[in-house]
């Protein structure tokens, strides 16, 4: 089979350089209207000067003071177990479709780069303990006896994996149903 003959059209991209593109010799008339448009198009358009465009914000006020109060883990935490919400529940599993209310606590810490332990009771001694009027969101939140943990939501809402046939899920949470709370430091 003859090799088709080609000879290269050479493309200016702004602020990137020149290009040679190798173009049929049946495509050579359209390949220079092209470029001919292209350049006209590009010199009709005027030019911005840098200085019009401005400064970016400081990050303390444009950035939501994220560089002054960066994410705690918890924050962490909580944000990559919302992420969850409506996953299967499986007791056992751990992540990252299917959970147990111990499960998704660990893998949403873990999202943090913090390794908890795996079991509800084994996360009730983690860190440190919290008062039901002092949760903050991110705390951990032992119930139904020790056998249930989530992680509080904030507003009075637990976030966990409840049961089998619920998906992961926000709760209500009342005060008598707590055992204990735990703040990871």
């Known amino acids: 089979m003859p090799a088709i003959q080609a000879q290269a059209a050479t493309i200016n991209v702004p602020g990137i350089g020149d290009f040679d593109v190798p173009v049929p010799q049946e495509f050579q008339a359209q390949a220079q209207d092209l470029t001919n448009q292209l350049s006209q198009a590009l010199a009709a358009t005027p030019?911005?000067?840098p200085s019009s465009l401005g400064t970016l914000p400081a990050p303390s006020t444009g950035f939501g003071n994220f560089f002054d109060n960066p994410s705690s883990p918890a924050d962490i935490a909580l944000d990559a177990a919302k992420t969850k919400v409506g996953a299967a529940y499986?007791?056992?599993?751990?992540g990252p479709y299917n959970f147990d209310c111990?499960?998704?606590?660990?893998?949403?810490?873990?999202q943090a780069g913090?390794?908890?332990?795996?079991?509800s009771f084994e996360q009730s001694h983690?860190?440190?303990p919290v008062a039901f009027q002092n949760l903050q969101p991110g705390?951990?939140?032992i119930t139904n006896g020790g056998g249930h943990v989530g992680i509080y939501a904030g507003d009075g809402k637990l976030l966990n994996a409840v049961q089998s046939g619920t998906p992961v899920s926000y709760t209500p949470l009342r005060p008598?149903?707590?055992v204990t709370a735990r703040r990871v430091v």
Not at 102 to 110: E, R
Not at 114 to 119: A, G, V, Y
Request: proline fraction near 6%; hydrophobic fraction near 45%.
């Open 102 to 110: 111990s499960g998704l606590v660990q893998w949403a810490y873990k």
């Open 114 to 119: 913090i390794e908890l332990p795996r079991t």
């Open 176 to 178: 008598d149903q707590v």
């Open 47 to 49: 030019a911005i000067p």
């Open 90 to 94: 499986s007791w056992g599993a751990s």
């Open 139 to 141: 705390d951990i939140v």
């Open 126 to 128: 983690v860190g440190a």
